[in-house]
């Protein structure tokens, strides 16, 4: 265990050097950055290897930090089976992006210290056990995010970089004043998450209603909650492929464990009142997503709509709260990061870099799968494993969270099976357009859209001409297949061997502060 | 007063450093000045100029912290050591910057002047007494307007410190008649004994047009809404430096004095926070002004594309927090507010500063202007970034620690049942709101590529650029450790 607080020293320590090799050469940065992610990597599968599950929330530093004032802040670390699994799929995800965006050279130290300070405040929030620690790790994930869009973005990178940003903040200011009125009303003593929950059983039911909306309503906008997902479609397209993995894979994890670790324990009171409308939107997330998936023209819009979908069974497995849909959220957090990094590697880096076009009206006319096999076949793994085909992660962790809900709600579950159909629906879809399509272009197909600039590339009939005569495009590079490796086995071992992670997480779930969260609940 | 004038010989030490320190300055000027270029002469009279101030800051470090002193007019206790510390290293701060400045006439005069004023800063920190705290603010404000209008090539600098002089004039004579009735309803100059008058006697209707009138005075000098309209103009048109000074160790001084006067003097007639019910006190009155100038200051900087007003909009948006803390330094003293104030005015004075470099090579106006800061000066873009992400409240900066620790101190006061509670969460939906407009500035500084005709590098000199730095390190370091500062107070 003592390991892991090395994730966030390294990385940090690695957002300098990559930020001072930079100034050198752009691959100089690129290796430090690459190094540093390993590193964290290997430290969160170290600690995975001898982690005894059955000890439950693990502390590793305790420090008092902030004490005067009463503030009673604490440095302290602490993991258990949850953080674990959400530690080493940073892991995975920090790694595999920076394996695709090997080919950044504008800035690349600026792009890569940014990057790695990302990841360093995403380990900080998954070890935090102190509120107020956790929520600055928060804050130090958030605004990297704006340089890495606005910067190396692409489609309305401003316009999508600002939406996110101020999403994630005012999400953060919500939970804010939440803690502090939690803190207050406690008798201002210490920020413990322990202590936090043990004085709100004796809040009133008001205060924990109020309290749990702020709080939950403030980490679920990061989770992508209907109605307020908005900036994750625009944000995700915005984003350079390395950003938008990060966003997807690990960012929007952030919120769920908010929620998991601060709202739902904290609140359990609250948390009754909430639950089922918190339900009642978790579905229509699920839902309404994958619907809007259904028809888009972009492909990367329709893998940024998926990634609420998906979030959608994370939010419902949280809010249906038994032992079964709480791990199976976790697991489709672990699940998610993986498929989502995959499927924005494989259209942002993968394809977009090559055919420059994502609009799956023009993609229709181009053979992909002949002139580009290894994309071709790594899309369609990502997106099976996306349906939440058997073998796959995405398969027993959907399972998990349906059989939870049924317990909880049956009505729920029946329409969450129908968003999985959706699913498969809309990622059949955008398979058969876009990666089998014909080679010549049908009368019927419809013009393209070229959302980002409308003046800039030929018309369509050139457009498949040009490509048609020059049907090869620069082959996949190795930190590109290396990456995409990486990517599927990890999805495939956790589907295949999905006992692995349950048996980190469901010890997890026996500790006295999700004991709350299964007790919140209705049985 | 038959208290010994010995005691009051080392308790004034720092400001007899610092008025000996100007004296000098302006000496050294007159007699070497004449054959040498400004720039030579400014870096002479920074260089006597940092040296008072270590003096002071010395004699500040050693002065034994004994209560009242010389029958109670001034008061050495741990707020007074712990400001004039703070606005000693501002004013340092904000010297060190100068040399950025050109087209400086008198370099030794400026010089000196902004020493006379840190003069009236820090008795400002030590004043416990009517007729001290005023002569103290009007030192400070005398020498502030004069700095203003120092730019003798712009007429903007002779209107804004025309503004600020009409203001501060107006609003000096409000707070004098306020502190006048005080003292014909109580019959007591001294703080404490003001106090003691006022708890043994029924509330007086005049003593009502006081507290008034004090809090005109004070509005003004904190430059919270609805007493804020010469901040954009003066914060716009003054000298950069003279700007920085105003926003940092003039703010930190008069929230000090103000919270001592409101708190030790003016005590008995708090009156309550409940926004129902029991009678009305300068509590409530000060929780409206903070609203005021955090909807205020936040909505209006939205609109803002020059750098320096959108600076003075952000100015007032964090007097409105600041009000917040002197409203919660009774239950949970003066630390969080005095954090706050000295953290803001590290970080604005760094933000100047960096303005004040930029200008320097070229004009640093408007928005754009600082566009491409990155490649034309990557030293000053990361520097900025600080300054900007500490003043919109990230963590880990100090900025962050300061929104926080004053928002738990107001909430503390009673939750939600208090309009302090309701004020720190609407400061908080407010800090979502300016994150907007710092975005703005740094996407122009880290995103946006240089406009064609400047690709020039901008050169910094080495005084500014080791201030900046140290800043920046500052910022930081305190954002981590805040500890220690609020161990200096508590």
Known sequence: ?523 | MSAPYAQLFPALLPEAALSFGALTVIAVDLITGKKRSAPARLNTAVTLALGAIAAALYCTGTTARTGPVFGGILVLDALTCATRLGVLALTAFTLAITPGLHRLRHPAEYVAIILFAATGFTLMAAAHHLLIAFLALELASLSLYVLTGFDKNKPESAEAALKYFLFGGISAAFLLFGLSLLYGVTGALEFAAITRQLSAMPTHPLLIVALAMILVGFGFKAAAAPFHLWAPDVYEGAPITSAALIASASKLAGFTLFTRLLWTGLAPSVGTLVTAGSPAGWALLLALLSALSLLLGNLAALAQTNVRRLLAYSAIAHAGAMLLGVIAAGQAGPAPLLYYAFTYGLATIGAFGVIAVVDGAGSCKNLPDLAGLHRRSPLLAGCLLIFILSLAGIPPLAGFFGKFVVFAAALKLGGLTTSAGWLALLAIAMSAVGLYYYLLILKQALVAPPAPATHATIPVPALPAISLLLLAVLLVALGLFPSLILRLVN
């Open chain 1, 1 to 523: 265990m003592n390991a892991l607080p090395w994730t966030i020293y390294l990385s940090f320590a690695g957002a300098t050097l990559a930020l001072l090799a930079g100034t050198r050469a752009a691959a100089a940065a690129r290796w430090v950055a690459l190094l540093t992610a390993l590193a964290g990597l290997g430290a969160g599968l170290f600690a995975a290897a001898r982690f005894v599950p059955s000890r439950g929330l693990q502390t590793i530093v305790d420090l008092p930090w902030i004490p005067d004032l009463n503030l009673g802040i604490h440095y302290h670390l602490a993991a258990d089976g949850i953080s674990l699994t959400l530690i080493v799929l940073t892991g995975i995800a920090a790694t595999a992006g920076i394996l695709f965006s090997w080919n950044i050279t504008e800035r690349a130290g600026e792009f890569f210290a940014l990057y790695l300070a990302l990841i360093g405040g995403v380990y900080g929030v998954f070890l935090s056990a102190d509120a107020f620690l956790l929520f600055v790790f928060y804050e130090i994930a958030i605004v990297p995010k704006y340089f890495l869009i606005a910067k190396w973005g692409s489609t309305q990178r401003e316009y999508g970089a600002m939406k996110l940003v101020l999403f994630s903040f005012g999400g953060s200011a919500l939970v804010l004043a939440g803690l502090l009125w939690a803190y207050a009303a406690g008798g201002g003593k210490s920020f413990a998450l322990a202590d936090l929950a043990s004085v709100a059983t004796h809040f009133t039911r008001t205060e924990q209603i109020s309290m749990f909306g702020l709080v939950f309503l403030g980490f679920a906008i990061l989770a992508g909650l209907f109605p307020l997902h908005t900036w994750a479609p625009t944000g995700h397209v915005a984003a350079p492929t390395a950003a938008s993995m990060l966003l997807a894979g690990v960012v929007m994890k952030l919120g769920a464990y908010g929620c998991l670790r601060i709202a739902l324990p904290l609140f359990p009171v609250g948390f009754a009142f909430w639950q089922s409308t918190l339900i009642a939107l978790a579905v229509a997330g699920i839902l309404y997503a994958g619907l809007i998936a259904l028809v888009q023209d972009d492909l990367k819009f329709v893998i940024g709509y998926s990634s609420v979908s998906h979030m959608g069974f994370v939010l419902l497995g949280l809010a249906a709260a038994n032992g079964q849909a709480v791990s199976g959220a976790v697991l489709q957090m672990f699940s998610h990061g993986i498929i989502a990094g995959l499927l924005f590697a494989v259209v942002g880096r993968m394809l977009y870099e090559r055919t420059h076009t994502r609009q799956l009206a023009a993609l229709r006319s181009l053979p992909l799968h002949r002139l580009m096999p290894f994309t071709s076949i790594t899309f369609v793994i990502a997106g099976l494993a996306s349906m939440g085909m058997p073998g796959f992660s995405g398969f027993p962790a959907e399972l998990l969270i349906l059989i939870g809900t049924w317990k909880t709600s049956p009505l729920a579950a029946t329409f969450a099976a129908v968003g999985i159909l959706i699913a498969a629906a809309f990622t059949l879809r955008v398979i058969q357009i876009a990666f089998f399509g014909t080679s010549e272009p049908t009368a019927s197909s419809p013009r393209p859209h070229l959302s980002s600039s409308p003046n800039e590339p030929p018309a369509l009939s050139t457009l498949t001409t040009t490509l048609a005569s020059h049907p090869s495009y620069s082959p996949i590079t190795w930190p590109e297949r290396t990456g995409a490796v990486l990517l599927i086995a990890a999805t495939l071992y956790a589907g295949l061997k999905p006992d692995i992670l349950l048996s980190w997480i469901t010890p997890a779930l026996q500790s006295p502060l999700m004991q709350n969260v299964l007790k919140g609940g209705t049985p």
